[in-house]
Nanobody, 112 residues
Framework: AVQLVESGGGLVQPGGSLRLSCVASGFTFGVYSMKWVRQAPGKGVEWVSSIGPGGIIKTYHASVKGRFTISRDNAENTLYLQLNSLKTEDTATYYC?????RGQGTQVTVSS
């Protein structure tokens, strides 16, 4: 069965950085596009970023472009999201997603 396990979230001050990881198992990771989505309290799920199977093609939501960087290590079956210059509005639970399957998420809280 497909498993996605996110980690790396935490509490950080505005302007700070975090690196999220998602370890995948149960499928051939290197042939699938992957994405990060997030859900803020009381809001719907919002797409954040996607990456192609080879890690070359990357797309970002306008609100995170230039601040977040998506990457992947196909040898380690791991997806990453580097979050820089964090803002309070980035506070959310972040999920990695394959097709319509998500992990349990990792909480990112940006607060002074």
């Amino acid at each position: 069965a497909v498993q996605l396990v996110e980690s790396g979230g935490g509490l950080v001050q505005p302007g700070g950085s975090l690196r999220l990881s998602c370890v995948a198992s149960g499928f051939t990771f290197g042939v699938y596009s992957m994405k990060w989505v997030r859900q803020a309290p009381g809001k719907g799920v919002e797409w954040v970023s996607s990456i192609g199977p080879g890690g070359i093609i990357k797309t970002y939501h306008a609100s995170v472009k230039g601040r977040f960087t998506i990457s992947r290590d196909n040898a380690e079956n791991t997806l990453y999201l580097q979050l820089n210059s964090l803002k309070t509005e980035d506070t959310a639970t972040y999920y990695c997603q394959k097709d319509d399957i998500r992990g349990q998420g990792t909480q990112v809280t940006v607060s002074s």
